[in-house]
């Protein structure tokens, strides 16, 4: 699509008119166009995923595994997430940035919730939150809503209830399954959220709650009829090392091309053809 064609944003050199905002979420599903989102945990990523025109990033609780290192994104904490957050909403002109609440943040309810929302949105210039859960999280969702802040939503697989799903399970299959993931897709709908994750459920069913809702579905393993898709960077662009989800296509091999390097660098400073004479200042 050229720019000239996106609903938002684009090539638009007012400021204000340039952000994506939740009313664009809405008009996309409505013309059918597609949404696009990365994660993104600081600001030299998040400023060329911009300029490419990426309609939001989500700052997400996976920094506990790609920036700290952690098995899961559990001991993730709001700490951490903050400054990564902050990085990334200030290094941005048009995406949408969506702070991620960690496992631990808003499950005693509403008050936490809306405390844990409003000291990303006072500390760090994101747009809009982000939560795990449906109808157990109804309540969190319409009480930061109702103090004017964004929610997205996120059923399906949701990482932080890893060990409580007995681990990356995929959701929604059966009636049983799918019924729980219609039901919690229209509790979030009803609490106010503007767009709901769907991750790991098969592609029909996603389909089939992508139908029944007013707000955009986004895909993380959904398929192709969900209103718009999303992908860890790390991922998405090779930098990861090991073990990939079968619905990640790579669009780059970043890390084999910094490994190779990595690997020059040090060949050439042992060898002495690192630094050169134009890498040299004179007196
Ligand atoms: O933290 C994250 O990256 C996420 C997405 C995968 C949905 O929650």
């Not at 990033?57 to 506990?64: H, K, M, P, Q, R």
């Not at 939503?153 to 060990?163: A, V």
């Not at 895909?219 to 998405?236: F, H, I, R």
Request: include cysteine; aromatic fraction near 8%.
């Amino acid at each position: 699509m050229s720019e000239q064609e996106r609903p938002y944003g684009g090539g638009n050199d007012d400021p204000a008119l340039k952000r994506v905002r939740t009313r664009h979420f809405q008009r996309a599903k409505q013309n059918g166009i597609k949404i696009t989102g990365l994660t993104s945990y600081d600001c030299l990523s998040a400023r060329i995923f911009d300029e490419a025109g990426i309609d939001f990033l989500l700052v997400g609780d996976s920094a506990g595994n790609t920036v700290f290192g952690y098995d899961t994104t559990l001991p993730v904490t709001m700490d951490e997430l903050i400054p990564l957050t902050r990085a990334v909403a200030h290094a941005v002109s048009r995406a949408f940035v969506i702070a991620d609440l960690p496992f631990g943040s808003y499950e005693n309810g509403p008050d936490e919730a809306l405390n844990s929302a409003l000291r990303f949105m006072k500390e760090t210039g994101a747009h809009a939150v982000k939560l795990e859960g449906g109808e157990r999280s109804y309540k969190q969702i319409k009480r930061i809503v109702s103090a004017g802040i964004p929610v997205m939503g996120h059923i399906g697989f949701t990482p932080q209830s890893e060990h409580g799903l007995g681990g990356h399970v995929i959701q929604g299959r059966g009636d049983d399954g799918e019924q729980q993931l219609l039901a919690d897709a229209k509790a979030v709908e009803k609490a106010g959220a503007f767009a709901v994750v769907l991750e790991m459920v098969p592609s029909a069913i996603a389909g089939k709650v992508t139908q029944e809702l007013s707000i955009p579905t986004i895909s993380v393993g959904a398929g192709p009829e969900c209103d718009g898709q999303l992908l860890v960077w790390s991922d998405w662009a090779g930098f990861t090392r090991g073990r990939i989800p079968r619905f990640v296509k790579q669009y780059a091999q970043i890390g084999e091309t910094l490994l190779e390097a990595a690997r020059a660098y040090r060949d050439d400073v042992e060898s002495g053809v690192y630094p050169a004479p134009e890498h040299e200042y004179s007196e």
